[in-house]
């Protein structure tokens, strides 16, 4: 069977990083974290001491001074390991500012497109269906309630260590939920996105719910 293209779009939170990358390993698809890539350059700014609400300066740093890619479950960013310092409490708080700068995510999708072009991938966003793969032969839509949500990643953060309590981690999400909606208006649901509210479902669930419409896709 060919493969397929598949997009997982949502909100922050709802479950598309896990899902997605459980879904390629189950498929052998290539995973690709968008979300990841924006860490990275907060990620480098903040690490450069450079100042995040200067718009022309967050696009010459992508431009010339962000060498990023995927090895296996590692996130590369110009030769450093930057998996879970991507995920810090300064990291989430400070990645919806440039998230909201156009003419950035626009030179940042020319790189996501560029990671997906031989298909057989899997990408997670908040505009993948929409915007960075309008062509996806599968685009998922991944939703779940704020409360479960600020669970999740309350959760998450303390396994890795991360010192959080729930409400900072809400009030996180309320912002980034904000930003996404209005602010940058990244986030979209496509007419021909299937939505799946993953609230009340377990990650096994979820991954062989999409599987399966993946499947039906690529015969």
Not at 24 to 35: F, M, Q, R, W
Not at 64 to 77: H, Q, V
Not at 78 to 91: A, K, V
């Amino acid at each position: 069977m060919s493969k397929i293209n598949i997009a997982i779009d949502g909100p922050a939170g709802a479950g598309k990083s896990t899902i997605a990358k459980l879904l390629a390993k189950e498929l052998s698809y290539t995973y690709i974290d968008t979300g990841a890539m924006y860490r990275a350059l907060t990620y480098l700014l903040i690490k450069k001491d450079l100042p995040l609400t200067d718009e022309n300066l967050v696009l010459e740093t992508l431009r010339n001074d962000y060498d990023f890619s995927f090895e296996g479950e590692k996130i590369i960013l110009n030769g450093e390991d930057i998996t879970n310092l991507i995920r810090s409490n300064e990291i989430n708080a400070n990645v919806s500012t440039i998230v909201a700068y156009k003419k950035m995510r626009e030179l940042m999708v020319e790189k996501q497109r560029e990671l997906s072009n031989k298909k057989g991938v899997v990408m997670d966003g908040r505009d993948i269906g929409s915007v960075v793969l309008k062509d996806a032969e599968l685009k998922i839509f991944l939703v779940a309630s704020l409360e479960e949500r600020a669970r999740r990643r309350f959760l998450e953060n303390k396994e890795k260590g991360i010192e959080t309590t729930y409400e900072e981690v809400e009030e996180n999400l309320k912002k980034r939920d904000y930003i996404d909606t209005y602010v940058s208006k990244a986030l979209v649901k496509t007419k021909d996105a299937i939505e799946v509210d993953t609230t009340n479902m377990s990650i096994k669930e979820v991954v062989a719910r999409i599987k399966d419409l993946a499947t039906t896709r690529n015969r």
